[in-house]
C-alpha cells in the first residue's frame, strides 16, 4: 500500500499549488482520501475529504473558498488545489485513506512553505 504526495514547495502569500495523492495497492474507491497538514509546534489537523461513494467534500473553515479537492479514479488520484495562500498555511500535507471510519493509511507528506 502506498500513499505519495507531491506538489509541495515555496510560493509567495497569494500564490497557489496543487498537491497530488497517488494511491496504490488498496481498492481506492472504497476508501475516502483526505487531507491533513501539521505545522511545527502544531497539531495535525484535518484540512478537507473526499467521499469515494458519492464523491462528497468536507473542508476545514480555515481553507473554505481558497482549497478544492477533486478525485481522479481512473488515476487512483486525488488532488489538493490551494490558492490564495498565505503564511498560516506553512505545513507538512498529508493525505490518509479512509475505510471504516478509520484513517487507516498515510503518505510520507509534503512540505508546503508560503512566504509573506
Known amino acids: 500500500v502506498q500513499l505519495v504526495e507531491s506538489g509541495g514547495g515555496l510560493v509567495q502569500a497569494g500564490g497557489s499549488l496543487r498537491l497530488s495523492c497517488a494511491a496504490s495497492?488498496?481498492?481506492?474507491?472504497?476508501?475516502?482520501i483526505g487531507w491533513f497538514r501539521q505545522a511545527p509546534g502544531k497539531e495535525r489537523e484535518g484540512v478537507s475529504c473526499?467521499?469515494?461513494?458519492?464523491?462528497?467534500?468536507y473542508y476545514a473553515d480555515s481553507v473554505k473558498g481558497r482549497f478544492t479537492i477533486s478525485s481522479d479514479n481512473a488515476k487512483n488520484t486525488v488532488y489538493l488545489q490551494m490558492n490564495s495562500l498565505n503564511p498560516e498555511d506553512t505545513a507538512v500535507y498529508y493525505c490518509?485513506?479512509?475505510?471504516?471510519?478509520?484513517?487507516?493509511?498515510w503518505g510520507q507528506g509534503t512540505q508546503v512553505t508560503v512566504s509573506s
Open positions: 473526499i467521499s469515494s461513494d458519492d464523491g462528497s467534500t
Open positions: 490518509s485513506a479512509k475505510y471504516g471510519g478509520i484513517w487507516e493509511y
Open positions: 495497492g488498496f481498492t481506492f474507491d472504497d476508501y475516502a
